[in-house]
């Protein structure tokens, strides 16, 4: 049966099962990353056509590294958009 927006309800139910999934399971959460991926695989079969999500996981730098990025972006912001100069009268 379509609801408000058109959606049948067995396709909203398979999403909020597969949102509830992620916000329990998620690695930067305490999740399993293992398990993680491996339940968005069973997850994504359904929501995505038989397609499985494509899992990426990112690092931030740390120590030097930290600060060498912070710093270039620093510098790339000052250079594009410098502060005016105070007008004298």
């Given at each position: ?18 949102r509830r999934?992620?916000r329990d ?8 990353p293992?398990?993680f ?5 069973q997850h ?10 494509r899992?990426v996981?990112?690092r931030r ?15 790339n912001?000052t250079l ?5 100069h105070?007008?004298?009268?």
């Amino acid at each position: 049966m379509p609801t408000r927006h058109g959606v049948d309800d067995s396709r909203e139910a398979l999403r909020r099962e597969r949102r509830r999934f992620i916000r329990d399971n998620h690695p930067d959460r305490g999740g399993d990353p293992e398990a993680f991926i491996v339940g968005l695989r069973q997850h994504g079969s359904t929501a995505n056509g038989g397609q499985s999500p494509r899992v990426v996981f990112y690092r931030r730098p740390r120590g030097v590294r930290r600060l060498v990025v912070a710093a270039r972006h620093l510098i790339n912001r000052t250079l594009r958009h410098p502060k005016p100069h105070p007008r004298v009268r």
